[in-house]
């Protein structure tokens, strides 16, 4: 190998440079300083317009929580059963808290021995076939079937009610989402307005309608009337409304929907971190109505 004077190996970086090498060189570190530059600037830009990756968010009482888009919508599922059934909020926490632990809230086809879904539920312990628990609205109003049944659940601690219907190994994991859950719970029930927002990107195609009036009848068992691409929700009550319209957010990733208002609240697609939060919309509509539009309306 090559000997420098002092009579040690030379290193690529001690060889003597050329002319030529030199000139590549600096052209190099030019090329490299340029796409520092043009990086440093996306970067900026990305910052100032506050882009982000899609999902989701829930802020109560300070408290921000962050959800994917697939959890998101599954918890709408969730809570959305909940409140169609007249149960409390309190019973949706429990169930929210139990999918968290079971099944990070994502719908799986596998788990221990034949375990399924949302919940982890067993066809082999008389849960339903395998399809049936895949279905989030089944399985959902199953564990709803079997909480209805313990006794006090209402004023039970929500780790103590989860283990009650779920019959864990380990029924302490539960509490470990209580925090989250209570406050998804909460957004979602109708509990707290415009807590709940997702960052997603721009729709893909033109969305078909009837999806979205199929899944408000099975989750919260309302009908809608369909104007070109507006669906217009009415339901009983405001905290309802409310329901239904951050419901509508936390499924817009399947529905297409780019905008949804509550009274004089909007929440508008985007993926920035505006897009986490309602805004003023201007003019109010009726305190039980919910507007969602989809794209291309």
């Known amino acids: 190998m090559p000997q420098t004077p002092r009579g040690g190996i030379t290193l690529a970086e001690e060889r003597p440079r050329t002319r030529g090498r030199t000139l590549a060189g600096r052209l190099v570190l030019l090329g490299l300083a340029g796409t520092v530059a043009i990086g440093g600037w996306t970067a900026y830009q990305h910052l100032s317009q506050g882009t982000v990756s899609e999902g989701c ?3 109560v009482n300070s408290q921000t929580f962050e959800w994917a888009t697939d959890q998101a919508s599954n918890a709408a599922v969730i809570t959305a059963i909940g409140v169609e059934r007249g149960l409390p909020p309190r019973a949706a926490s429990i169930a929210i808290a139990t999918a968290m632990q079971e099944s990070k809230v994502r719908n799986i086809r596998y788990g221990d021995r034949d375990s399924v879904g949302l919940f982890q539920q067993r066809p082999s312990q008389g849960w339903g076939t395998v399809e049936q ?3 989030p609205e089944y399985s959902t109003n199953k564990f709803y079937d079997a909480l209805e049944k ?3 659940y209402r004023d039970m601690e929500i780790a103590v009610a989860a283990q009650a219907v779920q019959r864990s190994a380990d029924g302490s994991a539960y509490a470990q989402h209580e925090a989250m859950a209570r406050a998804t719970a909460s957004a979602l029930s109708g509990q707290t307005p415009a807590a709940f927002g997702c960052a997603l990107a721009d729709v893909k195609g033109t969305p078909d309608g009837s999806l979205l009036t199929t899944l408000l009848k099975a989750d919260h ?3 809608a009337t369909s104007s070109g691409r507006t669906v217009t929700v009415v339901a009983p009550d405001k905290d309802r409304a ?3 319209g951050q419901w509508a957010v936390a499924r817009a990733k399947e529905t297409g929907a780019v905008r949804v208002q509550v009274r004089d609240q909007v929440w508008t697609r985007a993926l920035s971190e505006r897009a986490y939060t309602w805004g003023e919309a201007g003019a109010s509509i009726a305190p039980n ?3 969602i539009t989809l794209a291309g309306g």
Do not use: A, C, E, R
């Open 289 to 291: 109505t919910v507007v």
């Open 57 to 59: 968010q829930v802020t």
């Open 150 to 152: 313990v006794d006090g």
């Open 221 to 223: 068992g309302l009908p």
């Open 133 to 135: 628990i895949m279905n």
């Open 242 to 244: 409310w329901s239904v």
